[in-house]
């Protein structure tokens, strides 16, 4: 696969620090600690043996070569057929598969298209993106489909030079612990400690982190699953859980209509079993190429004329039909159908009275006819001229430098969505979709086109800060290489 000069979000502001903060860091770690103990005859056993810097340096090209790769291999760009809009792929399925489940298709507004399976819509990338597992900022790149390989190896190659390195400091640490009795001037001077410590520290820290990542990541690709996936197991499950309590306990949790029967356990169908999910993972089922920093590959995203990886995935057959994944949010239906987030239903009826009450806002007849329409108007003017100062405010934001503009941006959505954001579900750790890249406004919703389309058509009842900002996102995908 040929790597992508502009792979990852051509993002401004504090993304651009990532990056180069990974390199200085690997510079430090792996140059400096060389200089320091082949410059410092006071650190205990000396320079570094030829042996040493062979393996040394050699863990350091393995894990530059890594690294660059994860950076600029292309995520992913699904290109579809102009017959696209019918079917998500022209392939058929053999009559020894489970049949597929009803259309249930899920449909990108800012790609206007359907998502293939397991695919979702990055915010930094701002397109749709195959197997997405999260965004890296640390690559400036999403890990997916394609990339998965060359992140894997990026932490392995990288796990094994911080583990080689704390080898070579420990060895310099045992001896300066040998030596705490002797005279101070007959021991490393105070630059070498200085320096060694904070070696120990850095060391410490990434390794701390990058294994904890790697484990992570490992546990990933033995199971076939991504981080993304892995937060939808755990929504499915939590929900179920909620339902099981709350109907045990009869409280009125969920509406009257709601039917149990579309809350049955969906087992995750992509877990193929242990050498299936490592070989699709990596794009071969060839072991010796898996960890190969050269030449090892990875897969590549099918064409959607022919299909393939990508566009279709082979399922276990575990559940009734296949196509069943991702679950629906049978939590944010309920909150549909009873107008709010965790709303009860003598709540709901304090609404519904309080909503007929209100309809003077618009100049409903029964409040005094003529009057009132003319004061109705005026209060839609303010409410009007107020969207339009928050409007002027985000352009001026979008003129500002990269950094501070992020920084308010986050603030200033936070205000917008208020409620919206609260009512995401998180998992244990507290994440979100959106802590791993995912644009949760165009996710988690099963629609066909024509209802996706009348949606789009009711843009005239959306903030005019909203409709800037999906102007925005539109001008970014329509710069996209």
């Given at each position: 696969?040929?790597?992508?000069?502009?792979?990852?979000?051509?993002?401004?502001?504090?993304?651009?620090?990532?990056?180069?903060?990974?390199?200085?860091?690997?510079?430090?770690?792996?140059?400096?600690?060389?200089?320091?103990?082949?410059?410092?005859?006071?650190?205990?056993?000396g320079?570094?043996?030829?042996r040493?810097?062979?393996?040394?340096n050699?863990?350091?090209v393995?894990?530059?070569?890594?690294?660059?790769k994860?950076?600029?291999?292309?995520?992913?760009?699904?290109?579809f057929?102009?017959?696209?809009?019918?079917?998500t792929?022209?392939?058929?399925?053999?009559?020894?598969?489970?049949p597929?489940?009803?259309?249930n298709?899920?449909?990108?507004?800012?790609?206007q298209?359907?998502?293939?399976?397991?695919?979702?819509?990055?915010r930094?990338?701002?397109?749709?993106?195959?197997?997405?597992d999260?965004?890296?900022?640390?690559?400036n790149?999403c890990?997916?489909?394609?990339?998965?390989?060359?992140?894997?190896?990026?932490?392995?190659?990288t796990?094994?030079?911080l583990?080689y390195?704390?080898?070579?400091?420990?060895t310099?640490?045992?001896?300066?612990?040998?030596d705490?009795?002797?005279?101070?001037y007959?021991?490393?001077?105070?630059?070498s400690?200085?320096?060694?410590?904070?070696?120990?520290?850095?060391?410490?820290?990434t390794?701390?982190?990058l294994?904890?990542?790697?484990?992570?990541?490992?546990?990933?690709?033995?199971?076939?699953?991504t981080l993304?996936?892995?937060?939808?197991?755990?929504?499915?499950?939590?929900?179920i859980?909620?339902?099981?309590?709350?109907?045990?306990?009869?409280?009125?949790?969920?509406?009257?209509?709601?039917?149990?029967?579309?809350?049955?356990?969906?087992?995750?169908?992509?877990?193929?079993?242990?050498?299936?999910?490592?070989?699709?993972?990596?794009?071969?089922?060839?072991?010796?190429?898996?960890?190969?920093?050269?030449?090892?590959?990875?897969?590549?995203?099918?064409?959607?004329?022919?299909?393939?990886?990508?566009?279709?995935?082979?399922?276990?057959?575990?559940?009734?039909?296949?196509?069943?994944?991702?679950?629906?949010?049978?939590?944010?239906?309920?909150?549909?159908?009873?107008?709010?987030?965790?709303?009860?239903?003598?709540?709901?009826q304090?609404?519904?009275e309080?909503?007929?009450?209100?309809?003077?806002?618009?100049?409903g007849?029964?409040?005094?006819?003529?009057?009132?329409?003319?004061a109705?108007?005026a209060?839609?003017?303010?409410?009007?001229?107020?969207?339009?100062?928050?409007?002027?405010?985000?352009?001026?934001?979008?003129?500002?430098?990269?950094?501070?503009?992020?920084?308010?941006?986050?603030?200033?959505?936070?205000?917008?969505?208020?409620?919206?954001?609260?009512?995401?579900?998180?998992?244990?750790?507290?994440?979100?979709?959106?802590?791993?890249g995912?644009?949760?406004?165009?996710?988690?919703?099963?629609?066909?086109?024509?209802?996706?389309?009348?949606?789009?058509?009711?843009?005239?009842?959306?903030?005019?800060?909203?409709?800037i900002?999906?102007?925005?996102v539109?001008?970014?995908?329509?710069?996209?290489?």
């Amino acid at each position: 696969m040929t790597a992508h000069p502009l792979a990852g979000p051509q993002t401004t502001g504090l993304h651009l620090f990532y990056v180069p903060s990974v390199v200085a860091l690997i510079t430090f770690q792996g140059y400096f600690s060389q200089y320091l103990f082949n410059t410092s005859p006071d650190l205990r056993p000396g320079p570094l043996t030829f042996r040493e810097k062979v393996i040394f340096n050699g863990l350091l090209v393995c894990l530059w070569w890594t690294y660059y790769k994860a950076c600029t291999i292309d995520p992913g760009r699904f290109v579809f057929s102009p017959s696209s809009d019918d079917a998500t792929t022209t392939t058929t399925v053999s009559t020894d598969k489970k049949p597929k489940s009803p259309p249930n298709k899920r449909y990108c507004k800012k790609c206007q298209a359907f998502k293939p399976p397991r695919a979702h819509h990055c915010r930094h990338c701002a397109r749709c993106i195959p197997r997405m597992d999260h965004h890296c900022p640390w690559t400036n790149n999403c890990v997916s489909l394609t990339t998965f390989p060359y992140f894997l190896r990026f932490l392995l190659y990288t796990n094994i030079a911080l583990l080689y390195l704390s080898n070579l400091l420990y060895t310099r640490l045992r001896y300066i612990w040998s030596d705490r009795h002797l005279p101070s001037y007959l021991g490393p001077s105070l630059f070498s400690l200085i320096s060694i410590t904070l070696l120990c520290l850095a060391n410490f820290g990434t390794f701390f982190a990058l294994f904890i990542l790697l484990v992570t990541t490992l546990k990933s690709w033995v199971m076939n699953t991504t981080l993304i996936e892995m937060w939808e197991l755990d929504r499915h499950n939590s929900l179920i859980s909620k339902f099981s309590s709350s109907s045990s306990s009869h409280d009125d949790y969920w509406t009257d209509d709601f039917d149990p029967a579309s809350l049955s356990r969906i087992e995750f169908p992509y877990d193929l079993g242990f050498f299936k999910n490592m070989a699709q993972a990596m794009g071969t089922a060839n072991p010796l190429r898996w960890f190969l920093p050269i030449g090892g590959g990875g897969p590549k995203l099918a064409d959607q004329k022919r299909g393939g990886l990508g566009w279709e995935y082979d399922e276990n057959g575990f559940n009734d039909w296949e196509g069943m994944w991702p679950p629906p949010d049978l939590e944010k239906e309920r909150r549909a159908k009873q107008g709010g987030w965790a709303y009860s239903k003598k709540q709901q009826q304090q609404e519904e009275e309080q909503e007929r009450a209100d309809d003077y806002y618009y100049g409903g007849n029964g409040f005094g006819g003529g009057e009132n329409i003319k004061a109705a108007f005026a209060r839609r003017q303010q409410e009007d001229f107020a969207r339009r100062q928050r409007g002027a405010g985000l352009q001026q934001l979008g003129s500002r430098s990269g950094i501070a503009g992020e920084l308010e941006e986050d603030e200033d959505e936070l205000e917008w969505t208020g409620e919206k954001q609260q009512s995401r579900w998180r998992n244990s750790e507290g994440d979100r979709l959106w802590d791993y890249g995912v644009d949760e406004d165009e996710d988690d919703d099963y629609i066909t086109k024509e209802e996706a389309v009348a949606v789009d058509e009711e843009d005239d009842d959306v903030p005019l800060a909203e409709l800037i900002r999906r102007r925005k996102v539109l001008a970014k995908k329509d710069d996209d290489p």
